[in-house]
Every structure is written in C-alpha cells, then in structure tokens.
C-alpha cells in the first residue's frame, strides 16, 4: 500500500466545516475512501459542489491518466473486477468526480455486496453531493451488518449534525464509537464535539 496523506478542508474563520481524505492512489479496496470531519455546529456550512466549495479538483498527472486508461480497458474485458471497478471509483472520488465514484461503487457493491468499506465510501460520496439521506441509509447498512464499524459511526454522526441537524442522532453514533472504539484516531476530536453539542442542549 502506499503511502497515505490527509487532506483538512476549513471553511469560514479559525473552525469550519471541513472533509478528511484518505489518500491513495492505489490503495487496497478494504482501505476506507474518505472520511468527513465533525466540527463546530455553529459554523454555516457551504459544501458547494461535491463538498469542496470553490476549491478545484486536484490536476490528473499522466500516470493518473494511464491508470484509468488501464482500468478501463480492465473492466472493458471483465466486468465481474471487483478490485478494478473499486480503484477507478476512488480515482474519480480524488478528482472529486462523486457522481461517477458513486455508480462505480454501486456496480462493485453489485459484485460483493458485503463490502462495507465500499459501502461506506459510496456514502461518503453522496454526502459531499448533499443526498443526506441516502448517505445516511448508506451508512445504516454498514452498521446493521457491522455495528461498531468506526468509520460508518463516524460519519453517521457527521451526516447526522451537518446534513439533517440531528443533534440526538450525532450524538448517539459518536458516543457509540467512543465506546467500541476508544483508540479512534479522531477519539479526542469527537470527545471535543459531543461536549460541545452536550453544553448547547443546556
């Protein structure tokens, strides 16, 4: 696998709505695509178009290009590549492409539908495309096959507070991953957001 590097979008003045990113270019399908952060309930939030406002997606570089030739003609020859149709997702999921990413993922998901970091990242997709609703039903699935899967309760807790303004709900998926997964590496973030919310309901 290699290597990983985060990608923190701020939006608005010192705390704002932003997205964490997983990055890899060719990483393993297990691997979770992209994660969207918790942050302060009070700070508007503008997703813009596909979750990243005014930002422009990153430039394709020519290996890029060659690889999504490659794993186009991949699929081309077998439709059934699971591993192929997964990596061309999470391509267009960098390129901030969600549309494609999220029917690439569903025909992968057709393929295994026990993939749940798929799953979860086809939901992330349709978060940062504003279908709240569907990321949320997304998420659920992962949790009714997985129920302390950490990174479906993270972001059903993101999706919760920021697409339906459900502070119970938000709540309720981040004190479940404190519980079940106390060494999160965003344990301290969450701890920091559930006081928050807990103080506003005062």
């Known amino acids: 696998m ?3 590097r985060w990608l923190f979008l701020l939006i608005g003045f010192g705390i704002g709505f932003g997205g964490l990113y997983t990055w890899t270019k060719q990483r ?3 691997v979770v695509r992209a994660t969207p952060l918790p942050v302060d309930p009070n700070v508007p939030t503008d997703l813009g178009s596909g979750g990243r406002g005014a930002s422009t997606p990153p430039p394709i570089s020519p290996a890029d290009m060659a690889r999504i030739q490659e794993l186009a003609a991949k699929i081309k020859q077998n439709p059934q590549d699971f591993d192929s149709i997964v990596e061309l997702g999470n391509v267009n999921f960098d390129a901030r492409n969600f549309n494609d990413a999220i029917s690439l993922y569903e025909k992968a998901l057709a393929i295994r ?3 749940l970091n798929v799953r979860t990242d086809m939901g992330t997709a349709m978060f ?3 279908k709240f609703d569907d990321a949320i039903a997304e998420f659920q699935k992962t949790l009714q ?3 302390t899967n950490a990174q479906a309760l993270f972001n059903m807790g993101v999706a919760m507070l920021h697409g339906k303004n459900d502070t119970k709900g938000a709540l309720q998926a981040w004190e479940k991953l404190l519980a079940s997964n106390p060494n999160h590496p965003q344990a301290a973030l969450v701890k920091d957001q559930i006081q ?3 103080e506003q309901q005062k």
């Open 2 to 4: 290699r290597l990983q």
């Open 28 to 30: 393993a399908p297990e």
């Open 113 to 115: 539908p026990d993939a």
């Open 128 to 130: 940062y495309q504003n």
């Open 145 to 147: 096959a997985d129920p």
């Open 196 to 198: 928050k919310l807990k």
